[in-house]
C-alpha cells in the first residue's frame, strides 16, 4: 500500500527532491530574496536557506497564505521566523504563532531572546502580572513574535486584544490538530477558522510534519486555505540512518548499539508496554545509561519533570511508549531505537523522525522478531473496531513488515510508501551491508509441512523441537517423534527457524490464531509453496560481530557520541568539542535554558574543527549569529586558546 498524493497534486506544489541539498530554489532576482538572506545571516547565523525555504519566506513575507509540509527537522520555524522580522521592520506589526506545545513556549521564547528577537508568549502557565505585561508590550508593538496557546486565542479576549494591537501574520504550527483524524487531535483548532473571519487581511501560514493527503485537504478545509499555496518538501531525512536488526536479545542489542554508536547521546527508546518502559529504564540505568522512564501511567508531575530533563539537559535516554513525542522539540536527540514494532510506517516514520532534527548524523535502529509480528496481529484481531478499520492495519502493518523484510534499501522502501521515488541511499544498514538472500523453498516447505502434520495447533517453539528432533516430554505427549516431519530441520538453528517461521508470516504463508496462543496455521498463499509450484526468497539472518560496527567503538558515559564522531573529527578535536559541551552545560545551567538554546552541537563541532582564532572567523561558522557573537564570541575564542596553549 502507497499514499497516493505527493506527486499527483504537483500541480498545487513546489517539489525538492532532496531538500538538504539542492541550492537555493529561488533566484537572486526573487523580489524580497536578498532582503530575507540578510536576516537569515546576521540573526539567524545561517549562510543560506534550504530547499523550499526560499520560496516560502519570501511568499510569505509578501503577504501570501501558505501551507508548508515539511518533514520534522526539515526548518519550518524559519518560514515564519524570517518573514515575522521582515514584516515587523516594514512596520506591519507582530507575528502571532499559535503551537499547542505549551511547555516548550518558554524554550522557543529563550531561543528567540538569545539571537536578539523579541519575543514573549501568553499561555494558561504565566501569572496574571506576566500576562498583563506581555499584552501591553504587544499593544506597544514591542514584540516580534508571541507565541499562543489556541485555547487562550479561542477567548473573546484574546481575540479582541489582537484586534487593538497590530498583527502581521498568523502562523499555525502543527496544523495537523485540526484533523480529527489524526491522533494529535485538539478541539480548540477548529476554532482556528475564526481567523480567517475576523483577520481577514492578516495572511496565515499553516505548518506541519504530517504528510498524507487526507490530513493535508482536512487543514485546507478547516483553516479556509483555500487560496493558499502549498509547499510540499520531500519527506527524506538524509542524516538518518535506518537499520533494523534480527532479535536475539533485544536489550543487550540495545545496550550494546548505545555503548557503541552513542555514548553520552541523547536518544529515544520506544516501547509497547508501560511496564517494559519502566524495565527497560531500570535495566539501562544499572548498566550506567542515564535512562528515565516515560508513560501515560505516570502522574502529570512526573512525567512533566522527564520531560524537561530530557529536554533541557545533554545526554538523557528516555525509555517511552508512543505517549512521548508530541511536544518533543530537541534538536539533537542521536538516536531513535525502537524494541517493538511500531503500528505502521507512518507512526515509524513519525517516531525515527525525532532524531536529528539538526540535520546531524542521527540513528533510527529497531530489533525485530517473530514476537512483534505476533503481538501486533493480534493488536488489530482483539480490536473492537470494525471491519473497515481492522482491514486498513492490516495493510499498514503489511506495509510495514515488509520495510522490516526488505533486503532491499529501507530508505526507498519508506519514501516510496510516500509517493516519493528515491535511488539506493547509501546510509541504511542494507546499503551499507546489503543481506544476503537464499532460496529458502525447501526450508519454507518443511516449516508449513511441519505446521500441517502437527494440526495447525502449535506455536513456534514447538514447531521448531518437532523440525530439529528434539526431544522433550510435550513431543512425547503428542506422539510428534513418529511424523514424518520430525527431525528434517537439524541444517538449520533453532534461530535461524525462528527467522524463516518469521518471515512466514510476514508474507502471509502462515497466520497466527491468536484464540490459540498464537498457533500457526496455513494460509490460501501456502498451499503452492507446499505444492512445489513456487519458490521462496528469505533475507538471511545476519548476525553481527559482538561490537556492532567496530570503528566507532570505546568512549565512557562523558565520550562525544556519534555527533562529534561523525561529523569527522580527529580526536583532539573531538576533545574540544567535549569541552565546548561542558562550556556549554555550565551556560545553560547558568541561564536555566537548554544547551542547545546557547548553540547547537553542528555549531560546536565546526568550531571544534575549525579552531577560529578570530571573532571574523568565528562569524563564518553556521548558527553563529550577530548577537551569540556578540554574547559568547570572545569566550569561546579565549577557550579555544586556552585548548591550543594546553
Ligand atoms: P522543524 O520545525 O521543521 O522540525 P526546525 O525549524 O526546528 O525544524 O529546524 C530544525 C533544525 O534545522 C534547527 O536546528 C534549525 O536551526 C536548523 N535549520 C533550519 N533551517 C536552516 C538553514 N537554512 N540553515 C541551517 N540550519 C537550519
Ligand atoms: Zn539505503
Known sequence: MSLPGIAQRADRVSFAPNMHVSPPSAPDATPGLAEARAVLRATFGHPDFRGPQADIVTHV????????????????????????????????????VVSPLIALMQDQVDAMRQIGVRASFLNSTLDARTVRATEQALLDGELDLLYLAPERLAMAGCQDLLERASVALFAIDEAHCVSQWGHDFRPEYLQLSVLHERFPRVPRVALTATADPQTRDEIIERLALHGARVFVSSFDRPNIR????????????????????????????????RRKVEETAQWLQTQGIDAIPYHAGMDAAARAAHQARFQREDGVVVVATIAFGMGIDKPDVRFVAHLD??????????????????GQPADAWMSYGLADVVQQRRLIDASEASDDYKRISSAKLDALLGLCETAGCRRVRLLSYFGEEAGACGNCDNCLDPPQTWDA????????????????????????????????????????????VYGIGTDLS????????????ALDLAQVDHGAHGALQLTEASRPVLRGECSVQMRRLVVRPRGGRGQRGGGGRDAPGRAALAAGLSGAQAEVFARLRAWRAEQARTQSVPAYVILHDATLAEIAQRAPTTIDALADIGGMGAKKLERYGTELLELLQLETED
Open 61 to 96: 513575507a509578501a503577504g501570501g497564505d501558505a501551507l508548508v509540509l515539511m518533514p520534522t527537522g526539515g526548518g519550518k520555524s524559519l518560514c515564519y521566523q524570517v518573514p515575522a522580522l521582515l514584516r515587523k521592520a516594514r512596520g506591519l506589526g507582530t507575528t502571532v
Open 242 to 273: 535506518y537499520t533494523i536488526v534480527d532479535r536475539d536479545e533485544a536489550r543487550s542489542q540495545l545496550l550494546r548499539f548505545i555503548r557503541d554508536e552513542h555514548p553520552g547521546d541523547a536518544g529515544i527508546v520506544y516501547c509497547l508496554s
Open 341 to 358: 514494532l511500531p503500528k505502521s510506517i507512518e507512526g515509524y516514520y513519525q517516531e525515527t523522525g525525532r532524531a536529528g532534527r539538526d
Open 441 to 484: 523453498t525447501e526450508a519454507a516447505r518443511k516449516a508449513l509441512s511441519c505446521i500441517y502434520r502437527t494440526g495447525q495447533r502449535f506455536g513456534v517453539g514447538h514447531l521448531i523441537d518437532v523440525l530439529r528432533g528434539h526431544d522433550n516430554e510435550r513431543i512425547r505427549r503428542w506422539h510428534h517423534q513418529t511424523l514424518s
Open 494 to 505: 533453532d534461530q535461524e527457524w525462528r527467522v524463516v517461521f518469521r518471515q512466514l508470516v
